[in-house]
């Protein structure tokens, strides 16, 4: 597909503000960082018909049939340093998220997307299908009111509502915590697995080559992205919700599907992959029912990187812990050490020779 149009302000340093409020503008003050192209696209998608015949000279708010609808698609932010680097980065959130959960943080730091800009890498921004700026979808879905912060609050691991984790890496005032919940962002339509990787494919059908960055929800189609898309060259999976197995080599309890056929499971093998766990995660069955979730999650994953490396792959499993990196909730990438993770992960796109020019 053809690129975006390139164009230059190589004169113009762009102090790259995100979606932070002011007072964070004026706590966390960033050196500029120069841009020479930005923009959006969607990517992907699909157009339906309904039946009947339009006429156009009908008043806007009379129902008529005769007409298209454009959805299901992606809808992709995108912006590129000076001197890039080979491979650009795609970023793809997580359940109940848009891709603001890169772009900045709960107490208005910078996010990953920026951290990475400045280290010279683009990055290409996505909201899935029926999330965020890609709203219009195709199937309707009901959205719904429902009060649930506290489920968030214990599911991300922050603590076990109203109690914080003990040494945590989140922002413990009210405000940052108000501007946390304000980032959830509902389905407003009824969305499969497929129509994320179709669109996720059409995303690096227009960045080209790069490293597939995902959280939670999103790690379950990043995989078949790779799969699908040979332009995917790495992925960092920052806990994904599930894992894809060959088939007769499923555990019990995998979230990530039934296997998948060993022609389709072995393109995993075929890039460099890496896996990041916070903290909080008990070795041990507890009473909490979210904590023994992302336990059973940690010990998949870590069956899952011995599959895939039997296979032939390349799978890292980092628990941040076993590393000495402790207090780190399910949000990684936005927590109050975020710099410190974010030079973690470059050295290991450094290792693999992902960093080049």
């Known amino acids: 597909m053809k690129k975006p149009l390139k164009i230059y302000f190589s004169s113009i340093c762009l102090l790259i503000m995100g979606y932070t409020s002011s007072y964070a503008q004026k706590k966390f003050n960033q050196k500029p960082l120069v841009i020479v192209d930005q923009g959006a696209f969607s990517a992907g998608g699909s157009v339906i018909k309904s039946d009947g015949v339009f006429d156009a000279l009908k008043p806007w708010n009379v129902p008529q049939g005769g007409q298209t609808r454009h959805g299901d698609h992606a809808d992709v932010f995108y912006q590129i340093p000076q001197k890039a680097k080979k491979h650009a980065l795609v970023f793809l959130h997580g359940y109940g998220q848009s891709r603001r959960s890169w772009q900045t943080t709960a107490d208005g730091r910078e996010g990953f997307s920026d951290l990475f800009l400045r280290k010279g890498y683009s990055t290409y921004l996505v909201d899935q299908p029926g999330r965020g700026a890609a709203g219009q979808t195709t199937k309707p879905a009901q959205v719904t009111a429902v009060p649930?912060?506290?489920?968030?609050?214990?599911?991300?691991?922050?603590?076990?509502?109203?109690?914080?984790?003990?040494?945590?890496?989140?922002?413990?005032?009210?405000?940052?915590m108000d501007k946390f919940f304000r980032m959830m962002t509902p389905n407003t339509g009824s969305v499969d697995e497929s129509m994320v990787v179709n669109a996720m494919s059409s995303v690096f059908d227009r960045s080209g080559d790069g490293i597939l960055f995902t959280h939670s929800a999103g790690g379950a189609p990043g995989w078949k992205t790779a799969i699908k898309n040979e332009h995917v060259k790495a992925i960092v999976a920052i806990e994904p919700g599930g894992f894809d197995f060959p088939e007769g080599e499923v555990p019990e309890g995998n979230r990530g599907g039934k296997g998948l056929p060993l022609n389709e499971f072995n393109k995993l093998t075929k890039i460099p992959i890496v896996v990041y766990f916070g903290d909080f995660i008990p070795k041990e069955n507890t009473n909490a029912a979210s904590l023994n979730f992302w336990r059973g999650v940690l010990a998949t994953g870590r069956?899952?990187?011995?599959v895939v490396n039997a296979h032939g792959g390349d799978v890292t499993i980092v628990h941040l812990p076993e590393i000495g990196i402790k207090g780190n909730t399910h949000f990684i990438m936005s927590d109050l050490n975020n710099k410190e993770i974010a030079e973690v992960v470059a050295k290991w796109l450094h290792d693999k020779k992902l960093d080049q020019k």
């Open 148 to 176: 649930d912060d506290q489920t968030w609050y214990t599911q991300f691991r922050i603590g076990l509502y109203p109690a914080f984790n003990a040494g945590i890496q989140f922002p413990k005032d009210s405000l940052s």
């Open 303 to 306: 069956q899952w990187a011995k």
